[in-house]
């Protein structure tokens, strides 16, 4: 059962900081637009489009990884 635990305890630690590293890369995208254009709405465009593109692209990119052999690689 603590093998179990432990495992699971790794899991989350790097669900938790892959999202938090993706958030984070978004939102300087995101003041990087501000800082070349200085527009407030392509900002909150470019933080409004990055979750639905991940949203969209997530299940291709998913049934790619299954599809495919791995020894190719």
């Known amino acids: ?9 790794r899991i ?5 900081f892959g999202t938090f590293g993706s958030e984070m890369l978004s939102f300087a995208i995101g003041l990087y637009i501000l800082w070349r254009t200085v527009s407030t709405l392509g900002m909150g465009i ?4 990055g979750p639905i ?3 969209c692209i997530t299940p ?12 190719k690689l």
């Open 60 to 71: 291709f990119v998913g049934y790619a990884v299954d599809t495919y052999s791995h020894k």
């Open 1 to 9: 059962m603590l093998r179990v635990n432990n495992n699971l305890s």
């Open 46 to 49: 470019s933080l409004v489009t």
């Open 53 to 55: 593109v991940s949203l």
């Open 12 to 16: 989350l630690i790097a669900k938790f």
